[in-house]
T-cell receptor
Framework: GENVEQHPSTLSVQEGDSAVIKCTYSDSASNYFPWYKQELGKGPQLIIDIRSNVGEKKDQRIAVTLNKTAKHFSLHITETQPEDSAVYFCAARSGGGADGLTFGKGTHLIIQP | EADIYQTPRYLVIGTGKKITLECSQTMGHDKMYWYQQDPGMELHLIHYSYGVNSTEKGDLSSESTVSRIRTEHFPLTLESARPSHTSQYLC????????????FGEGSWLTVV
């Protein structure tokens, strides 16, 4: 089955700086890669996703890049703000089986004022 | 904005009790999921359903059971709770078509004492 590795587990950046979180996946059949933001005591909320036919996608301060050859994808947050502090999860979905998501272990992003 | 609701949000129960976690969605989604998440850890798929009368086991073995009698409702039941069942349970849903976004509820925090 799919295996997703996520790094780093904790990331601390100064407010206004950029943050980058990286994930790798194992199943070359995976074709959908969402990123979720989870605040304390809440469920994960989708912030951006990318499909395998696209190399990059951007939504305001958030961007995701995908390298299918290397089987890795990254989340980029620019001009970080205190409200960006949360746990971020990457995920990958392959076409078969449960069609659910395999998640990375999460990155705790801390924005220092 | 996702319209998926979970009750109770927080529950503390004694060992051996039977509990049911409720999940309802108003988006008309055919697919529904249950994920288990320990604090600060990744999400693991424990059950999913393609539609009414469909239930499948996920990647992580669980002693819980699920039912899908109505499209909008996907309850999870533990017949005899144990301390090892202490965790957060997240319900989610998506359209049936492969690759569609999975939306999560706010989660149910279960503590078994």
């Amino acid at each position: 089955g799919e295996n997703v590795e996520q790094h780093p587990s904790t990331l601390s950046v100064q407010e206004g700086d950029s943050a980058v979180i990286k994930c790798t996946y194992s199943d070359s059949a995976s074709n959908y890669f969402p990123w979720y933001k989870q605040e304390l005591g809440k469920g994960p909320q989708l912030i951006i996703d990318i499909r395998s036919n696209v190399g990059e996608k951007k939504d305001q301060r958030i961007a995701v890049t995908l390298n299918k050859t290397a089987k890795h994808f990254s989340l980029h947050i620019t001009e970080t703000q205190p409200e960006d502090s949360a746990v971020y999860f990457c995920a990958a979905r392959s076409g078969g089986g449960a069609d659910g998501l395999t998640f990375g272990k999460g990155t705790h992003l801390i924005i220092q004022p | 904005e996702a319209d998926i609701y979970q009750t109770p949000r927080y529950l503390v129960i004694g060992t051996g009790k039977k509990i049911t976690l409720e999940c309802s969605q108003t988006m008309g989604h055919d697919k529904m999921y249950w994920y288990q998440q320990d604090p600060g850890m990744e999400l693991h798929l424990i059950h999913y359903s393609y539609g009414v009368n469909s239930t499948e086991k996920g990647d992580l073995s669980s002693e819980s059971t699920v039912s899908r009698i109505r499209t909008e409702h996907f309850p999870l039941t533990l017949e005899s709770a144990r301390p090892s069942h202490t965790s957060q349970y997240l319900c989610a849903s998506s359209e049936l078509r492969t690759g569609n976004t999975i939306y999560f509820g706010e989660g149910s925090w279960l503590t078994v004492v």
